[in-house]
């Protein structure tokens, strides 16, 4: 007969076993692994709370939430304009250009998946001639869901088609489909209601029943005839976005979690600094009757107060006193800048955004170009490794397995480059190269540096573009009946036809 263990903790809080009988190898097993999990998670316990002060709860001090709920989020982004800067910023820097989505190269002959792309947005602007590919619906959509679903942990699209079905019911290819239109929801109008919990289909783990409000609450914007209800809404009509994901691959990281208690506090600085004004900058006044009259004195308070009111609300700017002494009292208004921009700083840092980017300073072009260069290189990163397999790839696979698009051989989808020089960084580029080359030339530097590697080393040429600037020098520098070659030095001479050329 095997040996079972039962567990009981002991005086320390671990959990300390004992033999039982009538038990089997594999329980065992199972015991001990709770066993030794028990203790090592109560283990971690003791030990953080040593080292943290058992004396003080700094949330519990400072008025923040042990668990922030998604309608936590929701009236955060609401209300607060920090809050809804920290949710918006990647996404909106991210989609100030917008991708083009090909299936080839050959931009003149357009396939049949690319037509079916261009003209996809026509139902969604009702009746339209609009064809240009910048500016498309489909783009603002996805850039909505993408804020959208920073706010909780997730948001989803919903694509509405015309197969004439329920939206509980799953999607199915058909020829000839067509988007009629999409709407976008965030965390707080979403309800995962079931999942799929087969350990053999591939989408184990994933949601299998959305359950969508379609009547926003915290926009107050019920009209009549408005759909009130919750609708039950199958996966195949959903576009699930999730941003920061961790362990799990439908629940983000909503983006203000790591700096919610820094937003807590800028909306208690910002609240309490306008309370501070309206209290303190008005100056109170405190009337005193003269000490020659003794302490028990008989005032007329009601008389008092209704002089008080004409002053502090009417138009008359004098007080009648009789025996009473009208003293000012000293304002106590604080500047809450410093305050809130320390704030600011550290959201900025835990969000890893610059603060002339975050701020949108208008002075943002006095930010130094490695920290512009940073900037560019992480919105392109998010366009390639987040935008494009996460939101603008489920997207279109999606629509070409119903059938909206037709199947391409393959397509992909190319960002602008962020990094290209605008037009004055190059004519500050042009300006500068220019001067040097004429520094270079009046200083008759050649003897020195040849041209070829002033043009490549110095200028930033490659050598193919510095061969084509010689050539041309040479051609131009020749006058009839010469030849212009190169001497020792790497210098352009002159050399008339008919004289012996030296070696």
């Not at 004992?18 to 999990?37: C, F, I, R, S, Y």
């Amino acid at each position: 007969m095997m040996a079972k263990k039962t567990f009981n903790r002991d005086n320390s809080g671990r959990f300390a076993s004992k033999q039982e009988t009538n038990g089997d190898a594999p329980q065992l097993a199972v015991n001990q692994m709770v066993e030794m999990v028990s203790n090592a998670l109560l283990t971690r316990q003791l030990w953080l709370q040593k080292q943290l002060d058992p004396r003080r709860d700094i949330d519990d001090e400072c008025g923040f939430p042990k668990v922030i709920s998604r309608e936590d989020y929701r009236i955060l982004y609401d209300r607060e304009p920090v809050a809804r800067r920290v949710v918006e910023i990647l996404p909106q820097e991210s989609w100030m250009v917008q991708p083009t989505v090909t299936e080839t190269a050959d931009v003149d002959n357009p396939t049949e998946f690319e037509k079916a792309w261009d003209t996809l947005d026509n139902d969604l602007r009702g009746v339209s001639w609009y064809q240009d590919e910048e500016g498309s619906p489909i783009w603002e959509h996805l850039k909505r869901v993408d804020i959208l679903s920073g706010i909780g942990s997730y948001g989803v699209l919903l694509l509405g088609v015309n197969d004439g079905k329920k939206l509980h019911e799953p999607l199915e290819h058909r020829q000839g489909m067509k988007l009629t239109f999409l709407r976008s929801f965030d965390q707080s109008l979403t309800d995962v209601t079931v999942l799929e919990k087969d350990v053999t289909n591939p989408r184990f783990g994933q949601p299998v029943t959305y359950s969508l409000k379609f009547n926003d609450e915290n926009l107050e914007t019920t009209t009549a005839g408005q759909d009130l209800t919750e609708h039950a809404v199958h996966w195949t009509r959903v576009i699930h976005i999730a941003d920061n994901l961790q362990s799990s691959e439908i629940f983000g990281t909503p983006r203000m979690q790591t700096p919610f208690n820094n937003l807590s506090t800028i909306r208690k600085v910002s609240a309490g600094s306008g309370e501070m004004y309206w209290k303190g900058a008005f100056p109170g006044l405190s009337m005193e009757t003269h000490p020659q009259m003794g302490g028990d004195v008989d005032v007329d308070t009601n008389a008092v107060k209704d002089k008080m009111e004409q002053f502090m609300n009417g138009l008359q700017r004098y007080l009648l006193t009789k025996g009473m002494h009208v003293n000012s009292l000293a304002t106590q208004v604080v500047d809450p800048t410093p305050q809130i921009n320390i704030q600011i700083d550290l959201v900025c840092i835990q969000i890893a955004v610059p603060k002339r980017v975050f701020i949108g300073s208008e002075r943002g072009e006095l930010a130094s170009s490695q920290d512009t260069k940073a900037w560019n290189g992480r919105l392109q990163n998010r366009q390639i490794n987040y935008i494009t397999p996460r939101i603008i790839v489920p997207f279109v696979d999606r629509l070409i397995a119903i059938g909206v698009l037709p199947e391409p051989e393959g397509y992909s989808a190319t960002w602008p480059d962020l990094t290209s020089l605008t037009e004055d960084e190059k004519a500050t580029i042009a300006n500068k190269r220019t001067e040097a080359m004429a520094k270079y030339i009046q200083g008759s530097v050649e003897a020195i540096l040849p041209p070829m590697d002033f043009l490549v080393r110095e200028l930033g040429y490659t050598e193919d573009q510095a061969e084509v600037i010689l050539d041309k020098v040479m051609a131009d520098f020749k006058e009839p009946g010469e030849r212009t070659d190169e001497d020792g030095l790497g210098r352009v001479v002159k050399i008339t036809e008919g004289e012996d050329d030296e070696p």
